[in-house]
């Protein structure tokens, strides 16, 4: 096909498409269509036709997209910490951009050490053996149903071992120097 002034033609018809494709445009009816009665407008007795908004709370995430913060939104985890800047700082970039998706992982991870050092401190670590149900692998032959069976979750089983464990591990180094700089200037 070579370029042209005028548009060409690159979809066919309908009645191309109806000829062609056997139950094609079945639905055009709506007599014929399932959904038509929830397409009609109807009646509910709302008394807007827009809902009433919530007020907006200064330095509220709201991504670039979109000209204002949806009618009602959550406010009871507020961004707190390293974890809240990343994500603040994640919601300047467009929701079609990578680093958006990527640093708001990445302030889930920073969230989940903050939390966990934040408990370690107050005296009230995770019980990560408990938690896990890593015990469960022990009892009534959980174990021994994993293998000869082509199970997916056997694949990536060790590297959840690295990520289950490479929080603790940070935790413990970072202790374990913050604790050695303390004893150093003694």
């Known amino acids: 096909m070579t370029y042209t002034r005028e548009k060409p033609r690159i979809t066919p018809s309908s009645e191309e498409l109806r000829r062609t494709i056997p139950g094609w ?7 014929d269509r399932p959904s038509y ?3 009609m407008m109807q ?3 709302a008394h807007w036709h827009f809902p009433d908004r919530q007020t907006p709370q200064p330095g509220r995430e709201k991504s670039t ?3 204002f913060m949806t009618p009602v939104f959550g406010t009871a985890q507020p961004l707190h910490g390293l974890s809240g800047a990343i994500r603040r700082y994640a919601y300047t970039f467009s929701e079609g951009r990578t680093a958006h998706w990527l640093l708001l992982i990445a302030g889930d991870r920073v969230d989940v050490l903050e939390s966990r050092i934040a408990a ?3 005296g009230r670590p995770d019980n990560p053996i408990a938690e896990t149900g890593v015990l469960r692998e ?3 032959h959980a174990y021994r149903t994993r293998f000869g069976q082509h199970r997916a979750d056997l694949k990536h089983q060790p590297i959840d071992l690295v990520l289950w464990a490479a929080p603790y591990v940070a935790i ?4 374990y120097v913050a604790a050695k700089a303390l ?3 003694r």
């Open 25 to 31: 445009g079945v639905d055009l009816d709506p007599a």
């Open 37 to 39: 009665p929830k397409e």
């Open 43 to 45: 009646e509910t007795g």
């Open 65 to 67: 997209e979109h000209k």
């Open 120 to 122: 370690t401190l107050s």
């Open 138 to 140: 022990f009892k009534d």
């Open 172 to 175: 413990a180094s970072s202790l």
């Open 183 to 185: 004893t150093a200037d």
